[in-house]
């Protein structure tokens, strides 16, 4: 049996405790002065009409790693919204629940097999329609607002 009062390993799974410059809306930042082109200023459209659409979104940034060191921005509000990924050739918008959105405006381009997640894919020159994108974001928020709600009425009836 083990010494009880020995220490604890770190758990591999622990959040790591972040930098100064660690700030979520800081590496986005640089994440999009490095990219130094269209895409980097086709990201920094996109977050700030997201910004518009819901002042209280919260920025992150996931799944950083040796191949892939700035991460990819993450826009949340109870949940995941979108994702803002770069390739060589587009900004994707990837909306976390985007099936179940309602698109009237057919910004969805990518991803559309799936059951649960739609995509945005942006090329260079492509116009952007912000008030149809607005109202995505907005569309998004308010299904994870309510899908939280939901699951905390069915968390009370439960206990």
């Known amino acids: 049996m ?4 020995a220490p604890m390993k770190k758990s591999k799974t622990a959040p790591k405790k972040e930098k100064a410059g660690d700030c979520p809306s800081r590496l986005i930042d640089a994440k999009i002065a490095a990219l130094g082109d269209w895409r980097g200023e086709t990201l920094a459209r996109v977050r700030a009409l997201i910004k518009q659409a ?4 919260a920025e992150e940034v996931k799944w950083r790693k040796p191949s892939n060191p700035a991460g990819v921005p993450v826009w949340s509000h109870d949940g995941i919204v979108c994702t803002g990924e770069t390739y060589k050739d587009k900004v994707k918008l990837t909306f976390t629940n985007g099936a179940s959105l309602d698109d009237p405006s057919g910004l969805f381009n990518s991803s559309l097999d799936g059951n649960v997640r739609r995509a945005i894919d942006i090329h260079e020159g492509d116009k952007i329609n912000e008030k149809a994108l ?11 607002t309510s899908a939280q709600a939901a699951r ?8």
């Open 2 to 5: 083990k010494n009880a009062t």
């Open 54 to 57: 819901d002042p209280d979104i």
């Open 134 to 144: 607005k109202t995505l974001i907005r569309a998004a928020v308010t299904l994870n």
């Open 152 to 159: 905390a009425r069915k968390k009370t009836k439960s206990a």
